[in-house]
């Protein structure tokens, strides 16, 4: 994803976790909205597959949102913490800035290795 940057990635059995950098300006802000830029729900749900792929190499795609909950919004220049836990085809997800929480859901991932 242009101007996502994922560091920091950590793992243990049925748990991933990864810090997310997004750039400023974060060109998939742009007209979202033009005087307050955030970062859309739906790109919100790709980091998910994202640190997946990185983690475990091969790919991942989203194939279903079984529940979604954007709570706060998500701007340019953010550090994040994505937690991701269970099996891709039962993966809940939180979504935080510091100790605030700004997403999190149930999502399935359509996954094959490389």
């Known amino acids: 994803m242009i ?3 994922f ?3 950590e793992r243990a ?3 991933l976790a990864g810090r997310i950098v997004l750039a400023n300006p974060l060109p998939l802000c742009v007209g979202h909205f033009p005087k ?3 970062l859309p729900g739906f790109a919100q749900l790709l980091l998910v597959p994202e ?3 990185i983690a475990h190499g091969g790919s991942a795609y989203l194939s279903h949102v079984a529940r979604a909950r954007f709570r706060t919004a ?3 220049g953010d550090v994040l913490r994505l937690e991701l836990r269970g099996k891709a085809a039962a993966l809940r997800f939180s979504l935080v ?3 605030e929480r700004m997403a999190e859901g149930l ?3 359509s996954t094959s290795t490389a």
């Open 74 to 76: 998500v701007i340019p």
């Open 36 to 38: 307050m830029p955030i």
């Open 3 to 5: 101007g996502v940057t």
């Open 13 to 15: 059995e049925g748990w």
């Open 7 to 9: 560091e920091a990635i």
């Open 51 to 53: 640190l997946w792929r």
């Open 97 to 99: 800035r510091g100790r």
């Open 107 to 109: 999502v399935a991932l």
